[in-house]
């Protein structure tokens, strides 16, 4: 059975940073995909990043601040996220699916339940 968990969301200044981590357990094939959405309430959720062995994606809206990573060995996602913004405020949510072909929410059947990433000063 899979199960995701996100940790690290906290509240920070603009131009902060943080790395938020997903440990996925039960999903321990490097093809399979894992992803960031994010979501602020009355909105959809926002693909923020998705990776598989041998591709990664970052979308747009965060491309050059936030990065993300994957330790194989131990089934983590993190994302690593710089010079935070108010806007970057949501509950981050680690989704996991077999393939990485796009941002669309309904094809990931798994999700964890999120943290909380606030920016202010």
């Known amino acids: 059975q899979v199960r995701l968990v996100e940790t690290g969301g906290e509240s920070v200044q603009p131009g902060g940073s943080l790395r938020l981590s997903c440990i996925a357990f039960?999903?321990?094939?490097?093809?399979?995909?894992l992803a960031w959405f994010r979501q602020v309430p009355g909105k959809e959720r926002e693909g923020v990043a998705r990776m598989r062995s041998g591709m990664r994606t970052i979308a747009d809206s965060v491309k050059g601040r936030f990065t993300v990573s994957r330790d194989y060995d131990n089934n983590i996602l993190y994302l690593d996220m710089n010079n935070l913004k108010p806007e970057d405020s949501a509950k981050y949510y680690c989704a996991a699916d077999k393939n990485c072909h796009a941002f669309i929410e309904h094809d990931y059947p798994y999700w964890g339940q999120g943290t909380q990433v606030t920016v202010s000063s």
């Open positions: 039960g999903y321990t094939d490097s093809q399979n995909c």
